[in-house]
């Protein structure tokens, strides 16, 4: 399963994103996702996956301001970002949100067929992509990890 999107928000934001899934038993290469997926893959102990309480602040503090968890609850998708509010290029709120509710944040069947991938399959996701705000085009990348209980910890770069 892989998937590629393209779209203008209410804002007038657009988007254009693609993801892959990681390949099973090769190490995660790039130099700015492998030291995340180190620390996810020390703590996916005896083939189980990782709960967010297996990682102590020290483990995920290198990516604070980069990192959230999605949550598949039935048949929505929440989005929360550790330590603050998470809000989207056009200002709205979108921590602790079902995603299908958004206006224009990480939204669409992509996504969600994104997280509902990781989340119900337990693999690993390398979304990337390039958004145009403000007349100036930001690229970004990032990993999406499976965690138990139908969680993904996402962790999203903006590329320099």
């Given at each position: 399963a892989?998937?590629?999107?393209?779209s203008i928000g209410q804002s007038g934001i657009r988007r254009e994103w693609s993801w892959s899934?990681?390949?099973?038993?090769?190490?995660?290469?790039?130099?700015?996702l492998s030291p995340l997926y180190q620390v996810w893959r020390s703590r996916?102990?005896?083939?189980?996956l990782p709960s967010f309480g297996d990682f102590t602040f020290d483990d995920l503090a290198p990516w604070l301001g980069n990192i959230s968890i999605a949550r598949t609850l039935g048949n929505r998708i929440e989005l929360e970002l550790i330590g603050c509010s998470m809000t989207n290029q056009a200002g709205e709120e979108?921590?602790?949100?079902?995603?299908?509710?958004?206006?224009?944040?990480?939204?669409?069947?992509?996504a969600r067929e994104m997280l509902e991938t990781v989340t119900g399959m337990g693999v690993i996701a390398?979304?990337?992509?390039?958004?145009?705000?403000?007349?100036?085009?930001?690229?970004?990348?990032?990993?999406v990890l499976p965690l138990a209980d139908r969680a993904a910890l996402i962790c999203l770069f903006t590329l320099k």
């Open positions: 892989e998937g590629t999107s393209t899934i990681a390949l099973h038993g090769r190490p995660v290469a790039h130099p700015d996916h102990a005896a083939g189980e979108i921590s602790r949100k079902n995603l299908a509710d958004c206006k224009s944040g990480p939204v669409g069947e992509n390398l979304p990337c992509g390039c958004t145009e705000w403000r007349d100036q085009s930001i690229g970004w990348h990032g990993i």
